[in-house]
Nanobody, 120 residues
């Protein structure tokens, strides 16, 4: 079994920073893409940023230049550094990982979500 555990959410004023972490654990053989998504009240879940195992990244236009995604393959962990936060960044943030388990089964896994609230 695989589990993704997020941490680092919270409340911050506009212009502030937060760093999210997501650690994968369990019977993991390898992790392909990892990413962060967010869902604001009344809106669909959307991609924020994603990173390949080799370190190539992709960002939503709304966060380019403000957010940075990174990962530590040895720790099976993905991070999201969020700077210059805006009220519109307020949402529940979910991490996502494409995992190959030691049983050779492959699955896309989600964390439980962490709330980020940015006040003006």
């Amino acid at each position: 079994q695989v589990q993704l555990v997020e941490s680092g959410g919270g409340s911050v004023q506009a212009g502030g920073s937060l760093r999210l972490s997501c650690a994968a654990s369990g019977t993991i053989f390898s992790i392909n893409n990892m990413g962060w998504y967010r869902q604001a009240p009344g809106k669909q879940r959307e991609l924020v940023a994603e990173i390949t195992r080799g370190g190539s990244t992709n960002y939503a236009d709304s966060v380019k230049g403000r957010f940075t995604i990174s990962r530590d393959n040895a720790k099976n962990t993905v991070y999201l550094q969020m700077n210059s936060l805006k009220p519109e960044d307020t949402a529940v943030y979910y991490c996502n990982a494409d995992i190959i388990q030691k049983s050779w089964s492959r699955s896309v896994n989600w964390g439980q979500g962490t709330q980020v609230t940015v006040s003006s």
